[in-house]
T-cell receptor, first 112, second 113 residues
Framework: DAKTTQPPSMDCAEGRAANLPCNHS???????VYWYRQIHSQGPQYIIHGLKNNETNEMASLIITEDRKSSTLILPHATLRDTAVYYC?????????????FGTGTRLTVIP | DAGITQSPRHKVTETGTPVTLRCHQT?????MYWYRQDPGHGLRLIHYSYGVKDTDKGEVSDGYSVSRSKTEDFLLTLESATSSQTSVYFC????????????FGPGTRLTVT
């Protein structure tokens, strides 16, 4: 399984873009990159996922490098409610279920 | 929010006692998962289910068993609780039709004294 490396913490000013990096240098060709976040003690929340191309949805954008060894999650206009732990995960599929290996993530603090 | 509930939400129990946590979903999703979350470890998969009566082990399955007798319920049992099983337990669901997104329940905080 591909492992991921994320910085333990980051700060971002409210209203600015938050760029969260993730390294996954051992990713294989059919593995997807997923991003989740966990606000305080709540259950994790799905944000976005991608394989090769950049992706965008109502929450965020995902930029994956051409060699797929790293990616960046972009929150375009961070708000205080975006303060959370963000997890970059490489998906492994076993028997059709999706076993997501969560690491320790990046704690993003949005500063007023 | 996806219809996932966990019960109990909080439990304190003594070492050696059996404990069962329940996850209930109203989404009719095929796959269900149990994770535990501990400081410094992120979330770790305990067991998962890919259908009624079909389950398999995850990363940290020792000391845990699961059962799924119907689509909506996934039970996690600690046969004889130990202090190392003090943790927050999250249930999750997913379905092939939802692009492999997992939806998580609110969690159960278990303390074993």
């Amino acid at each position: 399984d591909a492992k991921t490396t994320q910085p333990p913490s980051m700060d971002c000013a409210e209203g600015r873009a938050a760029n969260l990096p993730c390294n996954h240098s051992t990713i294989s060709g059919n593995e997807y990159v997923y991003w989740y976040r966990q606000i305080h003690s709540q259950g994790p929340q799905y944000i976005i996922h991608g394989l090769k191309n950049n992706e965008t949805n109502e929450m965020a954008s995902l930029i994956i490098t051409e060699d797929r060894k790293s990616s960046t999650l972009i929150l375009p206009h961070a708000t205080l409610r975006d303060t959370a732990v963000y997890y970059c995960i490489v998906r492994v599929v076993i028997g059709g279920a999706n076993n997501l290996f969560f690491g320790t993530g990046t704690r993003l603090t949005v500063i007023p | 929010d996806a219809g996932i509930t966990q019960s109990p939400r909080h439990k304190v129990t003594e070492t050696g006692t059996p404990v069962t946590l329940r996850c209930h979903q109203t989404e009719n999703h095929r796959y269900m998962y149990w994770y535990r979350q501990d400081p410094g470890h992120g979330l770790r998969l305990i067991h998962y289910s890919y259908g009624v009566k079909d389950t398999d082990k995850g990363e940290v399955s020792d000391g845990y068993s699961v059962s799924r007798s119907k689509t909506e319920d996934f039970l996690l049992t600690l046969e004889s609780a130990t202090s190392s099983q003090t943790s927050v337990y999250f249930c999750a669901i997913s379905d092939p039709g939802t692009a492999y997104e997992q939806y998580f329940g609110p969690g159960t905080r278990l303390t074993v004294t």
